[in-house]
C-alpha cells in the first residue's frame, strides 16, 4: 500500500542552525501539507503546496520556514535559524484532491538543543 | 472563535458504550470532514469522511455531518480498550486548506 515516507524520523540540532526535514508523497498526489504538534499540543496546520506553489500558509509559518519540491517526488520543509520552541513532531501529508483524505507520514522529531 | 473545535476532553466511557465526539467549524466554505485516530506518538490515520448533510455508517464508526449548524459528530458504538486514544477531526476549505481541532482523548476503560 502506498505511504507518505518522512526522513529522518529524529533530528537534534542546536539552536541557530538550519534544518531540513523531507518527505516523499505518495506518487499520485497533488496536494502537499506539513504540520507540527509540540509534544502535549494540537496538530496545527503550517502550509498546504500544490501545483508548485504555496496554496494555503499559517501564521506560525513565517519567513523562517520555506518549502520546496525539489526533484517532483520530494518535498521538504526547511527551517532557518531554528528556536528551542521549534521542538516538535513535524508531520507530512499528500492528498489527491484539495478536499480528499489526507495520508500522513510517521512524523519526524525534531529537537532543538 | 477557533477555526475547528472539538468537545473539551477527556472523555471516558466503559467497555461496549457509544462514544460521541463532536466538532464544531466556523468557515461556512468547508467541503470535506475527516475524523482521525491518533495514538500517542504516532501520526493521525483516517477513520472516516463524509462530505454530505447526513449520517455514514461504517462498522462499528458513524459520522454525522450538519452544514447548516456547522458541526460533525463521530458515534463509536461497542467501544473496545482500543479504542482509546485521541480523536481528531479534520476540516478542509475550498481553498486546500485541512484543519486540525485540538482532539478530544478517548479512554475505554473495561
Known amino acids: 500500500e502506498p505511504e507518505v515516507t518522512q526522513t529522518p524520523s529524529h533530528q537534534v540540532t542546536q539552536m541557530g542552525q538550519e534544518v531540513i526535514l523531507r518527505c516523499v508523497p505518495i506518487s499520485n498526489h497533488l496536494y502537499f501539507y506539513w504540520y507540527r504538534q509540540i509534544l502535549g499540543q494540537k496538530v496545527e496546520f503550517l502550509v498546504s503546496?500544490?501545483?508548485?506553489?504555496?496554496?494555503?500558509k499559517s501564521e506560525i509559518f513565517d519567513d523562517q520556514f520555506s518549502v520546496e519540491r525539489p526533484d517532483g517526488s520530494n518535498f521538504t520543509l526547511k527551517i532557518r535559524s531554528t528556536k528551542l520552541e521549534d521542538s516538535a513532531m513535524y508531520f507530512c501529508?499528500?492528498?489527491?484532491?484539495?478536499?480528499?483524505?489526507?495520508?500522513f507520514g510517521q512524523g519526524t522529531r525534531l529537537t532543538v538543543v | 472563535q477557533k477555526e475547528v473545535e472539538q468537545n473539551s476532553g477527556p472523555l471516558s466511557v466503559p467497555e461496549g458504550a457509544i462514544a460521541s465526539l463532536n466538532c464544531t467549524y466556523s468557515?461556512?466554505?468547508?467541503?470535506?470532514f475527516f475524523w482521525y485516530r491518533q495514538y500517542s506518538g504516532k501520526s493521525p490515520e483516517l477513520i472516516m469522511f463524509i462530505y454530505s448533510n447526513g449520517d455514514k455508517e461504517d462498522g462499528r464508526f458513524t459520522a454525522q455531518l450538519n452544514k447548516a449548524s456547522q458541526y460533525v459528530s463521530l458515534l463509536i458504538r461497542d467501544s473496545q480498550p482500543s479504542d482509546s486514544a485521541t480523536y481528531l477531526c479534520?476540516?478542509?476549505?475550498?481553498?486546500?486548506?485541512?484543519?486540525f481541532g485540538q482532539g478530544t482523548i478517548l479512554t475505554v476503560h473495561p
Open positions: 468557515d461556512r466554505g468547508s467541503q470535506s
Open positions: 503546496f500544490y501545483n508548485n506553489e504555496i496554496s494555503e
Open positions: 501529508a499528500s492528498s489527491r484532491g484539495g478536499h480528499t483524505e489526507a495520508f
Open positions: 479534520l476540516i478542509g476549505t475550498s481553498y486546500g486548506k485541512l484543519t
